[in-house]
């Protein structure tokens, strides 16, 4: 395992002095340090160096080392007696170092101020605790360089299980100003870290800050030390020089700094913190490059005290830090391929008298240097390899500190890997490579960084690094390994410049780092292949540089961890490990079986595509399963990527999958499923599990973010969003509900403080779990059944309160423990509804989500409903109880209100509640608690100070609203998710939660909380409660609110509004309207209303409307079947008359006379000439009953009840029928005393009654007299037979195929009746002249029917005709008796029904009479009324012939007569 930076740094410190110590110590130390300053300088100068003063750049030391050393003593003496951390992040929360305090920096003691002054004369610093400002079109380094101190966590950048990456210190403050200041675009920058000493640079092309960045390597850790760099000339201004930090001997916090510029000039500061060395003394030399046009591109470190540069073109310098006897001394040569090769002098010599074996590695043209790396010790002392790649060639030196260098080949590296690529990998066309870099192995293998290419993928390379081995020092190597890495970019690399990829094998490997602008790809070698491979992506911020390369020799043994320490632009200083041990040994674990787990696998037994090309050629060393991938990456983002806004890993991942991604969703699943779990190991266990809990409600919402943000949610589908928000919302209903329980602790109520406790311990037991501290443990690690508790509380609270309603204590405890169990409801539903709403979008679930969801969600569980249900209505009760007891005015409001539900609404004999009073204000309205005039207020207002029943009173009162809340939204979702499913439970779903809805609305109004049932109506859109509360609440202001509501909801509200009125009958309010809108909403209710029911009250009154409107059409239409709908005829006739004279203004607008016009006007023709004949009848019974009987002459035309009025109708009946007729037909002439009251009172008739009146009665005699009334009587009574047949004909079309049929029937078996045939058959059924036949016929009733329906009605024959065998009722007796007339005459009538009741025996005795009448159609067919009856019909047809022939002759002869006088006209 690997420790984190704060660990290895604690270690440091605890070997530090105190900080008396330190004090009493530093002027010796800084006196020794000034002594031996000064003699390397001497030494510098005798030998000849020269040595240069900086430039006016650099700045004097503004603060001093005691200062700070004085500022850092009680820090790190407690730091030192500190318990040791784990070695992997545990406990992940500890806080980090904290950074120097330099508040007291000028506090120190004169005599260390003095000595470090003394010491310090010749340094350049610059103080980065001052203030700059940063250049905003730049790199925002503010954020970076922030110096407040960071928890241990926000140090963790990414903890993989086998890698993870730290932040080690941020960019002091001139730092960030110098970065801040640069366009990255046009000026190089290069940057590099000593992980050795803890010292880190950025270098310009012509400053170099350098500044101690771990805070137990120096006590100036706010100190950034500038160095000039070697003047550019005007071909280099944009080229940066190239820089080595150098490890200073025997000095634990100083560090040596070397730099060449890159036209090879020199220089070394040997120390920076310490000593008389300081920024403005250094060291030059001159590499003296062949080339002038050649420019420096790499320097390498091989072992202390030697360094090699190398050109572009291939020059290789070595260049020595410190004579043979340890004094500092730049000693500078180029190396040579020569044989025997010579130093010094007469290397030098050879140079100068033209030589080749200073030949460059690069010969080609366009061949340049990549990459140099040092390789193992050799058998030569203190010598090493080197090897130096080209983009075509690999050369091997070796060089010594003592020894001339020797050159060992030099080989074609391009042409190797192309024939190694394309046999490992089976590829059958040409592999293009270029090389990037090279490091060698502790083992002596040699990796190279390289990428590949074939004419199928183009710009798209794939990466390998391959690895090769040779068997002694001066023989070519071979390629023994070639894997891919994972890391693939869309772009081809460069393999020279600041982009140029890098590879880094820190102590040798097995572990290494290949390190590109933004990303490092780490990786694990074991023998041939990689075992371990990691992708660590970074944000726009890009990398500036990495460590250097490792100093030589390598560690006898290496640690189990591999690091690499680099430059962030945004960040600062990161450190990246690799916890090798465990890599090899999962490697080893899996070695047996070939991707046992799907983790590790052989580069030679597998294969892969090209990127863009279907050719095989491998596939990468290690791979996994995508959804391990996704998780890990997922992982990583939520726990250290989006909570750490100064994090500048990029966690984004990509889905080329169409449409849902089902790995990525399992992904997701399992992820945020450890969160809600508590299961994953990113998670840190706290011992206040509030804290907990919001950390893990945060993460589980981190993952949903990481989606959204990579625009990965449509890969997701609804459900999965949906599982993902639930996991949430669950724990952020264990945030609310630990919140209560806290507070419930706090305020220690008894025994009703421990509700949730004990009921999470019964839950917990009941699934078998036992623990000594249930609460905590639910909290910890079963906060995903949170649902499931509501469901156990909703089975077992009520027998608890019943257990308790025995006595007043536990009546008492009864009522609490039930307030608290809202609180709990409370507390669990309302944040997940909350979390819900607000982050719908986040996880778009919300209305506009791309498909509904199928998936039951925990909070519309059918439990939780009935839980909610059953909650609001003991709360209710509750409040109805203590305020019977405890708050009169509460309990009259109560009282008053019957609720929806509460009585059933047929029983005429219920309460009369506040809510049934429709529009008036004939109820005092009931104020709102919140709104409560001044004398009111006193009422209302529950006061804390009051009793504790009155105070559970009022807190129960508050619980009514969001409980409403919670049950409304619970009951919305399910119904959403019963009809998404398709499930027949939904209609009845909805069944209930409108009434219920309704119901626990209207409750809040007598609870004084009428403005929350306003806001529920509102919301969930209950707009006949929201009606009902503004007549109920506010009618004085009611049509403000109406108006309101109505500009809100538009249509909707208004239908409901219109319905109101129209079931409380409030017809003025209904068509009293002032807006254009209100009007055409108002017109298509009363024509919706009218489809529903024809008949009903919207014919009556619709037209009013219709007229304001000007649709004089839609007007007619209602007014005529108003007509014909009404009950009385005067009504039914003025309804008729104002439908022909809207018909009339129609007809005068439209100027249409169409078919569909005549008709309709047809029909109010014959509607109003029904009304007519009704009001005739009504006139010639009261003169008939006038005349016979001596009543008053006055005719009163509304509702006769008196005792006169009642005898006057069975007069009339009496008088218009024989004693005969009423003693053959008892029942009929009973039912005919029925019609004529009607009639008598003034009631419409339908046909059938109509026909009834006309043709039953056998003694309806004309009336003497010559008034044109008279005439009008006697014209109705001797055609009364034809008019029914006429009436019949005109109804027909409203009347069924059965009536119609039964109808004609009885008229025409009456008309037969009418006529005594056995004595008419007596006078002409013997030898009679056919003219005394013809004038028997003639006299006949029968005659003069026919004559009428033919001649004068011209019915059309034989529609309306009927033989005598045709007419019997004997298929309509159950029709005419069962259906028509005896449920009218039964004994169900109501009190106020036009017909009174008659015996049970009616239906029988009806049935009886009308076979009575078939029984004389019998006989009167017997005597040859069948004959008769054609002869008749054949003597009208015959005279209705010979009238028409008659005027066609008389119309013929006036024709001619006109023609002749025309003709003599002309003649004349």
């Not at 500036?544 to 390369?549: I, N, P």
């Amino acid at each position: 395992m690997f420790t984190s930076p704060s660990v290895r740094v604690r270690r440091r410190q605890a070997t530090k002095p105190t900080r008396a110590e330190a004090l009493g110590s530093e002027s010796v130390t800084s006196t020794r340090s000034l002594k031996r300053s000064s003699s390397t300088i001497a030494t510098v100068s005798h030998a000849s160096l020269k040595k240069e003063n900086s430039s006016s750049t650099t700045t004097q030391p503004t603060d001093q080392a005691a200062d700070s050393l004085a500022a850092q003593t009680l820090p790190r003496k407690k730091q030192v007696t500190e318990a040791k951390r784990p070695v992997w992040l545990a406990p992940f929360a500890q806080q980090a170092l904290q950074p120097n305090d330099t508040s007291n920096e000028h506090t120190t003691n004169s005599a260390s101020q003095a000595a470090l002054s003394e010491s310090e004369a010749g340094l350049s610093a610059v103080d980065a605790s001052k203030g700059f400002a940063s250049n905003a079109s730049k790199v925002d380094f503010l954020r970076a360089s922030d110096p407040e101190p960071q928890p241990e966590a926000d140090r963790v950048l990414l903890r993989g299980d086998k890698h993870a990456v730290f932040s080690i210190a941020s960019f002091p403050e001139a730092v960030g100003r110098q970065l801040g200041s640069v366009d990255f675009g046009s000026v190089p920058i290069r940057s590099g870290v000593n992980s050795a000493g803890g010292f880190a640079f950025v270098a310009t092309p012509t400053s170099c800050l350098v500044w101690p960045y771990d805070s137990a390597s120096s006590a100036m850790t706010s100190r950034v030390y500038r160095l000039a760099m070697p003047d550019p000339d005007d071909t280099t201004v944009f080229e940066t020089p190239l820089v080595a930090l150098v490890s200073a001997e025997n000095v634990q916090s100083d560090v040596g700094v070397l730099a060449c510029s890159p036209t090879g000039q020199l220089r070394y500061w040997d120390r920076v913190a310490f000593g008389l060395g300081g920024t403005d003394r250094f060291y030059t030399a001159n590499l003296d490059m062949p080339d002038a046009s050649d420019r420096c591109e790499r320097i390498i470190e091989v072992f202390s005290g030697l360094f090699v540069v190398a050109t572009a073109k291939g020059y290789l310098f070595q260049v020595l830090l410190q004579d043979s006897q340890g004094a500092t001394e730049l000693n500078v040569h180029c190396l040579s391929k020569g044989a025997g090769s010579r130093t010094g002098m007469l290397s030098r010599m050879s140079s100068l008298l033209g030589g080749s074996q200073f030949a460059p590695v690069a010969t080609d043209a366009g061949d340049v240097v990549v990459g140099i790396a040092g390789g193992e010790r050799t058998e030569i002392r203190h010598s090493r390899e080197l090897f130096v790649l080209t983009r075509q060639r690999l050369a091997k030196w070796v060089v010594s500190q003592s020894q001339p260098e020797k050159f060992m080949f030099s080989m074609d590296i391009v042409q190797t890997l192309s024939a190694a690529a394309a046999q490992r990998f089976d590829v059958d066309v040409d592999v293009e490579v270029d090389v990037y870099d090279i490091a060698a192995m502790r083992s002596g293998d040699i990796c190279i960084l390289a990428g590949l290419y074939t004419p199928q993928t183009g710009k798209r390379v794939q990466l390998v690094v391959g690895m090769l081995r040779g068997n002694r020092v001066s023989v070519e190597p071979e390629v023994v390994g070639l894997w891919p890495l994972k890391y693939a970019p869309d772009f081809r690399l460069c393999q020279t410049g600041h982009s140029q990829p890098q590879l880094v094998l820190p102590e040798g490997g097995p572990g290494m780092f290949a390190v590109f602008p933004k990303a490092i790809v780490g990786v694990v070698v074991s023998g041939t292949s990689a075992v371990f491979e990691e992708v660590v992506s970074f944000r726009d911020e890009g990398i500036l540089g990495t460590s250097s390369a490792p100093q030589f020799p390598y560690a006898s043994q290496s640690t189990s961890e591999s690091s690499l320490f680099l430059t962030c632009a945004g960040a600062g200083v990161l450190q990246v490990c690799i916890d090798k041990d465990k890599v090899l040994a999962s490697c080893a674990h899996s070695a047996n079986a070939e991707d046992q787990d799907g983790e590790f696998i052989s580069i030679e037994t597998s294969a892969a595509s090209w990127p863009g090309s279907g050719t095989r050629v491998g596939k990468a060393s290690v791979t996994s399963s995508p959804e391990r991938e996704y998780q890990t990456q997922i992982e990583q983002a939520v726990f250290f990527g989006l909570d750490n806004a100064h994090n500048p890993l990029s966690f984004a991942i990509t889905s080329h999958v169409t449409g849902v991604d089902s790995a990525l969703e399992t992904a997701v699943l399992r992820v945020s499923q450890s969160i809600l779990d508590n299961t994953s190991h990113f998670i840190v266990d706290r011992l206040d599990i509030g804290a907990h809990l919001n950390e893990r409600l945060r993460h589980a919402r981190a993952v949903m973010q990481f989606i959204s943000e990579g625009a990965l949610t449509p890969k997701l589908s609804h459900e999965t969003r949906a599982h993902l928000c639930a996991h949430a919302e669950k724990l952020a209903a264990a945030v609310a509900l630990w919140e209560y329980q806290n507070s419930v602790w706090a305020q220690k109520n008894g025994a009703a403080s421990q509700l949730l406790a004990n009921l999470i311990a019964s839950f917990l037991e009941s699934a078998g779990l036992q623990t000594s501290d249930p609460l905590r443990t639910f909290f910890r690690q079963h906060v995903a059944a949170i649902g499931d508790v509501l469901v156990f509380m909703s089975r077992n609270l009520a027998a608890l309160r019943r257990a308790l309603d025995d006595n007043e204590s536990g009546r008492r405890d009864s009522q609490l423990i039930s307030y608290e169990a809202n609180r709990i409801i409370i507390s669990i539903l309302q944040p997940a509804f909350m979390f819900r709403f607000q982050n719908a979008a986040l996880y778009a679930i919300g209305d506009l989500s791309d498909s509904p969801s199928t998936c039951e969600r925990w909070t519309e569980h059918s439990a939780v409903v009935d839980l909610l249900m059953q909650r609001l209505e003991a709360s209710y009760s509750l409040c109805r109880e203590i305020s019977g007891q405890h708050c009169a005015s509460i309990y009259e409001r109560i009282s008053k209100s019957v609720l929806p539900n509460d009585e059933d609404p047929s029983d005429l004999n219920r309460s009369l509640s506040i809510f049934d009073d429709a529009i008036s204000i004939s109820h005092a309205s009931l104020p709102d608690a919140t709104e409560a005039p001044s004398s009111e207020e006193a009422k209302m207002r529950l006061k804390l100070d009051a009793s504790p029943s009155l105070t559970l009173l009022r807190e129960t009162i508050d619980q009514m609203g969001p409980l409403a809340n919670l049950f409304f939204r619970a009951s919305v979702d399910r119904i959403s998710l019963l009809e998404n499913t398709g499930l027949s439970e939904a209609h009845a779903l909805v069944c209930r939660y409108e009434a219920a809805r309704s119901r626990y609305i209207m409750c809040l109004v007598p609870l004084a909380r009428a403005s929350v049932a306003f806001r529920l109506a509102v919301e969930y859109r209950d707009l006949a409660s929201l009606v009902m509360l503004v007549f109920a609440t506010d009618s004085e202001n009611a049509a403000m609110h109406l108006r309101a509501y109505t500009e809100r909801f538009g249509r909707d509200f208004a239908d409901v509004l219109f319905a109101y009125y129209e079931k409380r009958q409030a017809w003025a309010s209904l068509l009293y309207t002032q807006d254009a809108d209100f009007d055409s909403w108002l017109k298509r209710y009363v024509d919706s209303r009218m489809v529903e029911n024809p008949h009903g009250p919207m014919a009556q009154i619709g037209w009013i409307h219709d007229v304001k409107m000007n649709d004089f059409g839609a007007a007619a239409a209602k007014l005529a079947r108003a007509g014909r709908d009404s009950l009385e005829v005067d009504q039914a006739r003025t309804m008729l008359s104002l439908s022909k004279l809207a018909f009339i203004a129609v007809e005068a607008e439209n100027a249409v006379n169409d078919d569909t016009t005549q008709e309709a006007h047809s029909r109010l023709e014959d509607a109003l000439e029904m009304c007519q004949i009704q009001e005739s009848l009504s006139r010639y019974f009261t003169v008939i009953v006038r005349n016979n009987r001596d009543y008053a002459p006055e005719l009163v035309w509304k509702r006769r009840d008196d005792v006169s009025d009642k005898k006057a109708v069975l007069d009339a009946a009496m008088l218009t029928t024989t004693s005969n007729c009423r003693h053959d037909f008892p029942a009929l002439y009973t039912v005919f005393n029925e019609l004529l009251r009607c009639i008598w009172n003034g009631r419409m008739l339908s046909v059938e009654d109509l026909v009834d009146v006309l043709t039953f009665p056998d003694n309806m005699s004309c009336i003497e007299g010559s008034s044109d009334d008279a005439e009008q009587y006697n014209v109705l009574v001797r055609e009364r037979y034809s008019l029914a047949v006429d009436i019949l004909s005109r109804a027909s079309m409203n009347l069924s195929e059965q009536t119609r049929e039964a109808t004609l029937r009885t008229i025409w078996r009456r008309v037969f009746l009418s006529d005594d045939w056995p004595e008419i058959h007596q006078r002409i059924g013997g030898n009679v002249p056919d003219s005394e036949l013809r004038q028997e016929l003639e006299c006949t009733r029968l005659y003069n029917v026919l004559q009428s329906c033919l001649a004068t009605r011209e019915l059309a024959h034989p529609d309306w005709y009927l033989l005598p065998i045709d007419s019997f009722a004997t298929s309509d007796l159950d029709y005419l008796a069962s259906t028509r007339l005896a449920p009218r005459f039964s004994s169900d009538v109501t009190p106020d029904s036009e017909w009174k009741p008659l015996s049970a025996t009616t239906s029988p005795a009806v049935q009886k009479d009308y076979s009575a009448e078939d029984n004389y159609l019998r006989t009167a067919i017997k005597c040859n009324l069948g004959s008769y009856y054609s002869e008749i019909l054949r003597m009208v047809t015959d005279q209705i012939a010979h009238t028409t022939r008659s005027v066609h002759n008389s119309s013929d002869m006036d024709a001619q007569a006109s023609t002749e006088t025309d003709s003599m006209m002309e003649f004349d």
